[in-house]
Nanobody, 121 residues
């Protein structure tokens, strides 16, 4: 599966952005999907993930209550709605597809190229 993210950009603190990740291929619905982020000088970290059918979602404590992950298997797309953004949310955001751990990068087999989100104070 190949993944392409979009929707990043510059936003003021308190604002919102919606990231999208479009997947190619016919096997999208067989993958768990996740969003991770990486800020300069820091390791890539888990943000949110969603099960194959969309019935289960998981969030990092730092984004719980502000971000929402969803997927549309008919459109081969996963979304990340980000509200109440903070400067510390600034990072490159990556979507990933996998069949392992929901939380660990090692549970994902395919990665997008990333999209930059910058939150100004």
């Amino acid at each position: 599966v190949q993944l392409v993210e979009s929707g990043g950009g510059l936003v003021q603190a308190g604002g919102s952005l919606r990231l999208s990740c479009a997947a190619s291929g016919r096997t999208f619905s067989s993958y768990n999907m996740g969003w991770f982020r990486q800020a300069p000088g820091r390791e890539r970290e888990f943000v949110a993930s969603i099960s194959r059918g969309g019935g289960s979602t998981y969030y990092a404590d730092s984004v719980k209550g502000r971000f929402t992950i969803s997927r549309d298997n008919a459109k081969n797309t996963v979304y990340l709605q980000m509200n109440s953004l903070k400067p510390e949310d600034t990072a490159v955001y990556y979507c990933a597809a996998g069949r392992g751990s929901y939380y660990d990068t090692r549970g994902y087999d395919a990665w997008g190229q990333g999209t930059l989100v910058t939150v100004s104070s």
